[in-house]
Each structure stands twice: as C-alpha cells, then as structure tokens.
C-alpha cells in the first residue's frame, strides 16, 4: 500500500481538485465522490482533498461552481423530457395496437408508481448525500482537532521530560550536599 502524503499543494494539484469538483457537480455526482477520487489520484485522504478545497480552493472557483450546477439542472430536465416522451410514444403505440382502455389504464398506473418510486429513491438518495456529507465535514474536523490535540500532547511530553530532568538534577544537588565532605571526616577523627 502506498503512503499518505502530507506535503505541500501544488498549483497542479489544486486545478486537478478543482477540475474533478467541478465535473461531479455537473454530472450529478457527489463533492465526497470527487474528493475520494482525487485522494486516489494524489496519494492523499478524501478528507485532505475535501478540507483543502473548502479551505482555500473552492473560494477561486465560485463562477464555475454556479456554471457546473447550471449544467447539471440542463441535464436533469433533458433527461426528464427524454423520460417523459418515452412514455408518451409508449401510450401512443398501445393506443395504435388496439390495447384496451384497461390496459392503457394499467400500464399509465404502472408508470405512475414508477415515477414514485423514483421521486421517492431520489429523496432519500439526496438525504443520505446530505448526511454524508455532514459526516464528511465532521471526519474533516475531528481530524483537524486530533492534529491540535497530538501537538499539544507532544509539547506536554516534551515540558513533562524537561521537569524530570530538572527534579533529577535537584535530587543530585539534595544528596550531594548533605553528604559530608571526605576531608571534614578526616579532620574530625584527627582531632579526637
């Protein structure tokens, strides 16, 4: 398995980001998508690639972001009108098969439940983006608070380290003066 990167960002690397973004966004995809496609890319998290570009990537590229999502809602209505003349060249090719009113019934029903289905599934599908997303940004977080948190663990180690060499120091000091120096016993058994 390959290393994580830690270093720098390049210019390079923040127009990749900033190119698989703003692709997502216009296919449809999600911005979690584009991140873990990146990271892959780049030898780097999906988390790094998200808070780089919240951080500072995503504020360069506000005109082209909006541009993507004008793309995207293009693209819905163009399928939805594809979808829907779809069925309507079906209802017009039961109606010239001398179908029965039931059966054109039947199957208008029928597309009616699929069509609620699919609203429902694309409601839940935008929850669930949206509930990753949240988790995304508090991975991206924690992440960030853990690094804080490792820091400030470090510099408590290192001050911790520091005051035992200073305790260590002052016991030797306590312990070498209360010692009696070896030419005061020797004067004192002379003088007895």
Known sequence: MTGVRQDAWTKEEDELLANVVLQYIREGGTQLEAFAEVGRR????????????NSCVR???????????????????????????????????????HLSWAEVLAFLQAEEQKARDARRTADENRALKNDMEQLQQMVTKLQMEKEA????????????????????????????????????????????
């Open 42 to 53: 780049l030898s780097r998290t999906a988390a790094a690639c998200g808070f780089r570009w």
């Open 59 to 97: 504020k360069q590229y506000k005109e082209e972001i909006e541009q993507a999502k004008q793309e995207r809602k293009m693209r819905k209505k163009e399928t939805a009108s594809t979808k829907e003349s779809e069925g309507q060249a079906k209802v017009e090719a039961a109606v010239k098969s």
């Open 149 to 192: 948190l490792q820091k400030q663990l470090a510099a408590i180690q290192e001050e911790y380290n520091t005051l035992l060499a200073i305790m260590e120091r002052a016991r030797k000091m306590v312990t070498d003066s209360g010692k009696p120096a070896p030419n005061a016993a020797a004067e004192g058994a002379g003088e007895g």
